[in-house]
């Protein structure tokens, strides 16, 4: 840890009385207790010394362990140069909204040498979930697990074979740039920004090297015949990814800390934002075993990127946990990949995933919805310089190309966090006026048109017409309690990735997907009422949809977006505003104390 990381955590430690798991009783709920510093620490890697802002000087960030029910404390030290909050992924906040960590839409953020603190609970949650930074680019650095054990203890603990020990594997990139500048030149249009490499568990591996001598990469210790729960999350900015170990099965026992029907497979595909837990069982042949991870890129006509593999090692343990018998020297078997523009391959994956009907299983699905929304999710233009005309197409000093929803793009301008004005009810859009001012998701796109078609991804004529989009705070408010089916389209214009979309506050329900453009009188007839997997975040396939139902029981200011930073960055984003319900239980108690104090 560099020293004016450990300096200030230990200044923290001198003010705040820490508690890492007080429990009353074997059974009782705890309080579990951390101090997050934010600063920068100079980290090399590929011969490059660089300043990188990371949670008390490390990458990834602390592990957060809980059992279903405790209570969660973070007390966060903003000692970077950066405005800053932290988004506690999948978790609920049930009548919390307050702590969901979103800057200007929950809270404003914390500024250098500011102070905030973070509770919530995770009752009624079990499983991996995460948290990261949710704010210019920084969640490249600044995430870490979080991990929510069952109450229940003993074999009884998991629908499945208890593992002989649990391991979070966190995918994630590396990048040799300052991640805010990154985000300011996605602002203005500058998209040539990439990482140099990516991670397992913070570690390049051996595919990449500084003059010559290897990254060092993740090692997993296995004992032969032993059974262990991998933990996977991917934390990255740009990339699904495959993830294969050589010579081994994954069984897929839950993901977003839902539990899934069990599903072997060879291969693990996992888009940012998913959560994905595993059994491996150690029943190969003693030696060393590579643990790949590849991105996944959209074929061309989409813009090929730099995207870089990474691997780290799988190595049995013969010689019991005091006297390892392994040779380093053994070269390590690598599997074979998938090809890494296989996106089928992604959408069979995950159109596999079915729900576990299991006792502790949350509620089930709806029989039927109260609202529809079918929205298309793509990029657009907007004319530089507030103009109302411009050339489109290729004419980046005339237009800015964004991201959005139903052809509108988020984009905040006001100085009043959403769940702010919701609360007291304020007027935001007098705040600056202009794009701040606030634009209602609509319930279809605007126009219809062959969404899929590839001859929209290059600049051309074909999307030149289709390009205009809108641009402002993109919010859709659902009365408490109404259950609400929506049709994620992903759309051909100007690119053909996957969307992987994650909101806030909610599980999702998802229904079907499918390749192509969604038909109504087709499609529907596909939805899983029965069994169909719960999550927060939903990959919407290359070229294709996703169809979710969600219920919105919980009152406050959610953000629904791309977890592709680079989508988020450009707008792909609204805010799904929940009404309070009939009764106190069912609204949005005020801001905690002390709350506003310290804002900017």
């Known amino acids: 840890m560099a020293a004016a990381a450990a300096a200030a955590i230990a200044v923290v430690a001198a003010t705040i009385i820490l508690s890492a ?4 009783t074997p059974a009782a709920a705890a309080a579990v207790e951390h101090t997050f510093v934010v600063s920068q620490v100079n980290m090399t890697h590929m011969c490059n010394e660089i300043p990188v802002t990371v949670v008390n000087g490390q990458l990834p960030g602390p592990t957060i362990e809980v059992t279903e029910g405790d209570s969660v404390i973070v007390h966060v030290v903003n000692k970077s140069p950066y405005n800053m909050t932290i988004h506690w992924h999948g978790v609920y906040q049930m009548r ?11 809270q404003r953020p914390i500024p250098p040498n500011g102070n905030f603190t973070y509770r919530f609970d995770v009752a009624g949650q079990e499983g991996t979930l995460w948290w990261h930074a949710h704010d210019a680019f920084l969640r490249g650095t600044i995430y870490g697990a979080l991990i929510i054990r069952p109450r229940q203890g003993g074999a009884a603990a998991y629908p499945f074979p208890k593992p002989h020990k649990e391991v979070p594997i966190l995918i994630g990139e590396w990048w040799e740039k300052d991640l805010a500048a990154v985000d300011r030149n996605f602002s203005k249009g500058l998209y040539d920004e990439f990482s140099s490499g990516s991670t397992i568990n913070g570690k390049l591996g051996d595919l990449f090297n500084c003059s010559g001598v290897f ?5 997993l210790d296995v004992e032969p015949g032993k059974t262990y729960l991998l933990r996977i999350i991917n934390a990255a900015l740009f990339s699904e990814y495959f993830l294969k170990i050589a010579g081994h099965k994954f069984t897929v026992v839950a993901a977003d800390a839902n539990y899934l029907t069990p599903y072997t497979t060879d291969v693990i595909v996992i888009a940012p934002g998913e959560t994905m837990d595993a059994l491996v069982v150690a029943d190969a042949a003693p030696g060393r075993y590579y643990i790949a991870a590849q991105p996944i890129q959209a074929p061309p006509p989409d813009t090929q990127t730099p995207e870089f593999a990474t691997r780290g090692t799988l190595q049995y343990n013969t010689g019991g946990a005091t006297n390892s018998s392994r040779d380093d020297n053994v070269v390590a078997l690598a599997p074979e990949m998938p090809d890494e523009h296989d996106t089928i391959k992604s959408f ?9 009907r299991h006792r502790r299983q949350r509620a089930r699905v709806p029989a039927s919805a109260d609202e529809r929304l079918y929205v298309t999710l793509g990029l657009g233009s907007i004319c530089r310089h507030g103009r109302k005309t411009c050339k489109r197409g290729d004419e980046p000093e005339s ?10 793009s988020f984009h905040d301008a006001t100085a009043t966090p959403i769940l702010e004005a919701h609360y007291y009810h304020r007027r935001r859009d007098d705040d600056n006026g202009g794009e701040g001012t606030a634009a209602v998701l609509p319930d279809h796109p605007p126009s219809a048109f062959n969404f899929t078609d590839t001859a929209l991804i290059p600049f051309g ?17 659902f009365r408490h309690g109404a259950v609400v089916d929506v049709v994620f389209q992903s759309t051909a214009m100007l690119q053909s990735d996957s969307n992987p979309m994650h909101l806030h506050g909610h599980d999702m329900f998802v229904l079907a997907q499918g390749i192509g453009n969604y038909d109504a009188a087709r499609d529907e007839a596909k ?16 070229l294709g949809w996703a169809a979710i139902r969600f219920v919105a029981d919980n009152p406050g200011a959610w953000f629904i977006h791309c977890h592709f930073e680079f989508h988020l960055a450009m707008g792909m984003a609204a805010v799904f505003i929940v009404e309070d319900g009939p009764t106190p239980n069912t609204s949005l108690p005020p801001p905690p104390p002390g709350f506003m104090e310290g804002s900017p």
């Open 21 to 24: 798991a007080t429990t009353i």
């Open 461 to 477: 004529p074909e999307e030149m017409r289709l390009e205009p989009t809108n641009r402002g705070t993109v919010v859709r408010r």
């Open 96 to 106: 919390n909204c307050w702590n969901d960590g979103v800057p200007m839409v929950t």
């Open 215 to 219: 990254e060092d990469g993740y090692v």
């Open 527 to 542: 939805f899983n009422l029965v069994n169909p997997a719960r999550k927060n975040t939903v990959l919407v396939p290359n």
């Open 348 to 356: 069979y994956f995950h159109g596999n995933l079915t729900g576990l």
């Open 399 to 408: 237009n800015l190309v964004i991201a959005n929803m139903n052809n509108v």
